[in-house]
């Protein structure tokens, strides 16, 4: 069965340059998550779109911004990259059109490490 | 306080013990449960999802008590591939946004 794909796998980038990261969703799924995963902690909820429309908000930082396009898949843009941002970046699809039971699935992750 | 609280472990069982794993969640909100299990640097995955009536999956049991807003997992007959970190997952009705306890540790040793 199809999952979610991210790419790339793995980013190197310095400090104060820009980051892309893609996803692309379970086909037929309308929602898609981000979360960042920093070393020894649990994934924190960034952001998620709702058939193309941003629906969530979580502690994304300003430097970073998303969006989702009519093939449904998704960017994560990360500008003026800091140290602190290195992390694993994590992202999901579900099916919600019922929001009961918004079982999520994940894609192996994208590992950046800001040098 | 966080919003999904877990005892962070490590459990170290041996094999075939039973184990149970905890969890609490504080926004009475909250409309979905799941456990989902990560392995080391790998991404979380979905073990089940809690309904509030409890279920069972082969050797996985979850229950979900609503009105202390606490959900437990239940791993008979632990195997060496149990081993992993099992995370306690919750989602507000009406949001699109699941929020992670920090995860429970395992250890089976043989």
């Known amino acids: 069965a199809a999952g979610v794909i991210q790419s790339p796998r793995h980013l190197i980038k310095e400090k104060r340059e820009t980051a892309t990261l893609k996803c692309y969703p379970i086909p037929r799924h309308d929602t898609v998550y981000w979360y960042q995963q920093g070393p020894g902690q649990d994934p924190q909820f960034l952001i998620s779109?709702?058939?193309?429309?941003?629906?969530d908000k979580g502690s994304i930082p300003d430097r970073f911004s998303a969006q989702q396009f009519s093939d449904y898949h998704s960017e994560l843009n990360m500008s003026s990259l800091e140290l602190g941002d290195s992390a694993l970046y994590f992202c999901?699809?579900?099916?919600?059109?019922?929001?009961?039971?918004?079982?999520?699935?994940f894609g192996q992750g994208t590992r950046l490490t800001v040098v | 306080r966080k919003e999904v609280e877990q005892d962070p472990g490590p459990f170290n069982v041996p094999e075939g013990a039973t184990v149970a794993f905890n969890c609490t969640y504080s926004n009475s909100a909250s409309q979905s449960f799941f456990w989902y299990r990560q392995d080391c640097r790998k991404e979380p995955k979905l073990l089940m999802s809690v309904y509030s009536s409890g279920n069972e999956d082969g050797r996985f049991t979850a229950q979900l008590n609503r009105a202390s807003q606490y959900i437990s997992l239940l791993i008979r007959d632990s195997k060496l591939s149990d081993s992993a970190t099992y995370l306690c997952?919750?989602?507000?009705?009406?949001?699109?946004?699941?929020?992670f306890g920090s995860g429970t540790r395992l250890q089976v040793q043989p």
């Open positions: 997952v919750v989602n507000k009705a009406g949001r699109r946004a699941l929020t």
């Open positions: 999901a699809s579900s099916s919600t059109r019922v929001l009961r039971y918004t079982e999520a699935f």
């Open positions: 779109f709702y058939e193309k429309m941003q629906s």
